[in-house]
Structure formats: C-alpha cells, structure tokens
C-alpha cells in the first residue's frame, strides 16, 4: 500500500515533467532507492506497472531503479562505513557520533521521453 502510493507520486512528477518538456511519452524513469528508505523495490516496480497504464503519458514507461548502498560517516576519527541495521556505531573507534551519508534517498533522478 505504501508502495502503491509512492508510485502514484512518482508518476505524478514524471507526468509532471513531461509536459513541461513537451513530451507525451515516456520512455523510462530513473529513481534512487537507498538500501534503509523502507521501500521494497519489488513491490514498487509491481504498483508502477499496475497503474503507468491509466495515462498514456507512461503506459511504456519503464521503471529503472538504481540501489543506493547506507554509508556513514564518523565524526570521531572521520572514518567512513557501510553501516547495517540500526546502529551506527563505527567499526574502527566504535564511536557513536555518526551521521548518514547516504542510504534513505528516494528520489527520481532522470526520464527518458520520446
Ligand atoms: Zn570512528
């Protein structure tokens, strides 16, 4: 479910975009999907081709999904990890002042129009 409404925004910027380029079809959209943004991709890619058919702006879009590995930063000793789970702790001075680089986007980053 949240999955399904997370496409309908997607297809909402996309749609969006498009006519702003004077495009009426899209050929493919590129999202970022960080590893800990809690969306499946599996199940966003499934709502994406269930509902790009009720425009016909997308009914050929496909949708590329590009993962984006967590990776933290170490304000302690300015180390940087690829962190897992919940805690962040730095595996080099086991600090706990750390802060997300990446890993939580989500975010489309191109289209491709006709
Ligand atoms: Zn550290």
Known sequence: MHELSIAMEILDIVAKAASEHGSDRIKSVRL???DISGVEVDSLTFSFD???GDRKLTVDAELVVERVPLK???RTCDGEFT???QY???PSCNGFDTEML???ELSVVDI???
């Open 72 to 74: 933290v930063h170490c």
């Open 32 to 34: 970022r999907v960080g």
């Open 83 to 85: 962190g897992e789970g």
């Open 88 to 90: 962040l702790t730095c």
């Open 50 to 52: 269930a509902i790009k």
């Open 102 to 104: 990446q890993g939580d």
């Open 112 to 114: 491709e129009v006709e």
